[in-house]
C-alpha cells in the first residue's frame, strides 16, 4: 500500500511540518495560530499553541538539525521559533523582514543557517541571523520579479534559490550571503554568483500562476506546476536549456516534490497525489495514489449518518463537491475515492532524509497522510 498513516482533525490544514523524527507536528488550522501535537501510538495530544501572528498564517518549516520552526504570516511578519532549555515553551525572535505585503512562504535552506520568505511585494526576503543585533535580518531579491511570489525552494549548495509567483514565471536565484556563505562550487546553473544574479528564468505552457516549485536532489533540474494544469521540468545544460512540459487533464496542482532524480510528486485540487516519471528526454504520468486504498480509513474518516440530507449538505460543505458528483469519481455514498476529500494544501519529504521515497500531505478536509512512492 501507498499509504503509511492517516490522521484526521476537525480542522482544515492549510500548512503543515514535522519534527525530525515525526513525533510531533506543527499545523495551522487556517487561523493566525499554529498548534504543535505530539504523537502517542495512533493519537495526537495538543502541546503547545504559538499565537505571535495576527493573521492567517502562510507556511510553517521544521528544521530537523536545529529544531527551530519558522512561520509566516499575512499581517507582513514571520518569526523563528526556538523551544527553551525546560522543553516547555516556544519563544519567539522577531523577523526583520521589511516586506509591505503579505508573506507567502518561508523555507530553511539545507544547512539551517538561513531562510527564504516568499511574499506579495515583489520579492524574496533572504533572512540571516545579525549577531549584533541579536534578530533575524534581511536581503531582498526583487528584479525582474514582477508580482506576488508564492513559492520557494533551496538548491542543496545552500546558494541558489528557485522561485516562482503569479508573474507566471519560475526564476532561479543567487541568495549567496557574504559572511554566512562558503563559495559554492561551479554548476551547470553559473560560477560567479553574487547576491541576486539571475541563473534561469523559465514560463509555464499557458503562463500560469506557478504555485510550487523545487530543485531536483542533485540540483541539476528545477521542476515547478502552475494553475494551467501543467507541470514544467527544466534542466540546463551545455550552455542552453533543456525544457520538458507535461498538460493533465486533471485539476491544476498546488505542490511537488521530487523523491529522486527519475521521479516527480505532485498534488493540489484534485485531491491525489499522482507520481510523475522521467521517460527519455519527456516526462509521464505513471499513477495516481490512494485511489484503491479507501476502505482502509478509519470509520472517522466518513462518518455515517442516517439523515440523507445532512449528508448531502455535509458533502457540498466539506468536501467542496456538486450535490451530484459523477460516479466517475465519487463513491456510491457521496465521498471521493480518493483519500483526501478537498484540496491538498501541503507536501512535504520525510524530514529526516533517510526516507526520500516517503512524503506527508494535508488538506483542507483536516487529514494528515503519510505516503510511500513504491517502486
Not at 498513516?5 to 480542522?11: A, G, L, M, R, S
Not at 541571523?129 to 542543496?156: M, Q, R, Y
Not at 510523475?276 to 495514489?289: E, N, P, Q, T
Request: with cysteine; charged share 20%; net charge neutral.
Amino acid at each position: 500500500m501507498s499509504i503509511l498513516d492517516e490522521f484526521i482533525f476537525p480542522f482544515c490544514v492549510t500548512a503543515h511540518s514535522f519534527n525530525h523524527d515525526r513525533s510531533q507536528v506543527a499545523l495551522c488550522p487556517n487561523s493566525n495560530e499554529v498548534q504543535i501535537y505530539g504523537r502517542s501510538g495512533t493519537q495526537w495530544t495538543l502541546l503547545h499553541v504559538l499565537k505571535e501572528h495576527d493573521l492567517l498564517v502562510t507556511s510553517i518549516d521544521w528544521a530537523p538539525r536545529t529544531n527551530r520552526i519558522v512561520t509566516c504570516s499575512q499581517d507582513k511578519n514571520a518569526y523563528v521559533w526556538t523551544l527553551d532549555a525546560a522543553g516547555s515553551e516556544w519563544k519567539p525572535t522577531l523577523v526583520h523582514l521589511r516586506v509591505n505585503r503579505a508573506a507567502t512562504q518561508a523555507r530553511w535552506s539545507p544547512l539551517e543557517n538561513k531562510f527564504a520568505v516568499a511574499s506579495g511585494d515583489k520579492c524574496v526576503a533572504i533572512c540571516y541571523f545579525g549577531e549584533g543585533n541579536d534578530w533575524w535580518v534581511s536581503k531582498h531579491i526583487k528584479k525582474p520579479i514582477a508580482s506576488t511570489v508564492l513559492c520557494v525552494d533551496w538548491h542543496p549548495n545552500n546558494v541558489l534559490l528557485a522561485c516562482g509567483g503569479a508573474d507566471m514565471k519560475a526564476r532561479v536565484f543567487s541568495a549567496f550571503i557574504k559572511g554566512v556563505d562558503e563559495k559554492p562550487a561551479a554548476s551547470a546553473w553559473g560560477e560567479r554568483l553574487p547576491f541576486s544574479t539571475l541563473c534561469g528564468e523559465f514560463e509555464s505552457p499557458s503562463c500560469g500562476w506557478v504555485h510550487s516549485v523545487a530543485f531536483s536532489p542533485d540540483g541539476d533540474s528545477v521542476a515547478f506546476v502552475s494553475h494551467d494544469s501543467s507541470i514544467t521540468v527544466a534542466t540546463p545544460a551545455a550552455g542552453d536549456v533543456d525544457v520538458a512540459s507535461v498538460r493533465s487533464h486533471y485539476l491544476p496542482f498546488t505542490t511537488l516534490v521530487w523523491i529522486n532524480s527519475q521521479t516527480i510528486v505532485a498534488c493540489g485540487h484534485d485531491c491525489s497525489p499522482m507520481v510523475y516519471v522521467r521517460d527519455g528526454a519527456s516526462w509521464r504520468l505513471a499513477k495516481k495514489l490512494g485511489e484503491n486504498e479507501k476502505s482502509r480509513r478509519s470509520a472517522t474518516a466518513s462518518p455515517s449518518n442516517s439523515n440523507s440530507a445532512f449528508n448531502l449538505f455535509r458533502q457540498m460543505d466539506s468536501r467542496n463537491q456538486p450535490a451530484k458528483p459523477s460516479s466517475a469519481s465519487s463513491a456510491a455514498d457521496g465521498s471521493l475515492k480518493s483519500v483526501h476529500q478537498n484540496t491538498i494544501t501541503e507536501l512535504h519529504h520525510d524530514p529526516s532524509g533517510n526516507n526520500p521515497a516517503e512524503f506527508s500531505t494535508s488538506g483542507l478536509d483536516g487529514r494528515l497522510v503519510l505516503w510511500a512512492v513504491q517502486a
